[in-house]
């Protein structure tokens, strides 16, 4: 199975919801990445985990909180959101030192 | 700075090979070729990756030059599912390693 599921496809919010992005993998795999993506644009990463803990962290703001429960589940929690946060949200993972990122299907999310 | 240059766009004609050129003329001695695509509203999806030897799978076919300063991704037979943001990244492999992706280039596989 090398499947990353990403839920919920879709989400419409406003600028004060707290919402919550769920992402999936049973590949056995310990590192875990969010990546955003604005339209027309490449992905860039925000966050990567290894072994459940947060190893780097690219500036992101503070309105987007990630969170890593298990090594399975990677969520990523959403405060106070801007519309110029709507955008493809990408979970990845791979093994530790591996070469290779399994991405999931992304949310795209729309800010109101 | 970007570390790879790719042409934003090329077409290839069904059932022909397609050759993605990226030109990487400051990669280092430690740093990998990678290749991913995305197809349009999917998430990126890996293709293959090399340091200094060329390499095949099942998918495709990674040239990289002698002096590494450029590769080229060969898809041996394009079909219409192939036509999709191609992205040549250059980083370097290994523990928590980072994809920066750049624009790509889109192929648009004809028929």
């Known amino acids: 199975d090398t499947e990353v599921t990403q839920t919920p496809k879709h989400l419409v919010m406003g600028m004060t919801n707290k919402k919550s992005l769920k992402c999936e993998q049973h590949m056995g795999h310990r590192a875990m990445y969010w990546y955003k993506q604005k339209a027309k644009k490449p992905p860039e990463l925000m966050f990567v985990y290894s072994y459940e803990k947060l190893s780097i962290n690219e500036s992101v703001p503070s309105r987007f909180s990630p969170e890593c429960p298990n090594s399975s589940l990677l969520n990523l929690h959403l405060h106070a959101l801007q519309p110029e946060d709507s955008a493809l949200y990408l979970c990845?993972?791979?093994?530790?030192?591996?070469?290779?990122?399994?991405f999931g299907p992304g949310t795209r999310l729309l800010v109101l | 700075d970007a570390k790879t240059t790719q042409p934003p766009s090329m077409d290839c004609a069904e059932g022909r090979a397609a050759n993605l050129p990226c030109n990487h003329s400051?990669?280092?001695?430690?740093?990998?070729v990678y290749w991913y695509r995305q197809i349009h509203s999917q998430g990126p999806q890996y293709i293959i990756h090399?340091?200094?030897n060329n390499e095949t799978n099942e998918m495709a076919s990674l040239i990289i030059t002698e002096d590494r300063k450029s590769s080229t991704l060969i898809l041996p037979h394009a079909t219409l599912r192939d036509t999709a943001v191609y992205y040549c990244i250059v980083e370097r492999g290994g523990s928590n390693y980072k994809l920066t992706f750049g624009k790509g280039t889109l192929l648009t596989v004809n028929p």
């Open positions: 400051t990669i280092s001695g430690n740093e990998y």
């Open positions: 990845a993972s791979s093994r530790v030192g591996g070469e290779t990122q399994y």
């Open positions: 090399g340091l200094k």
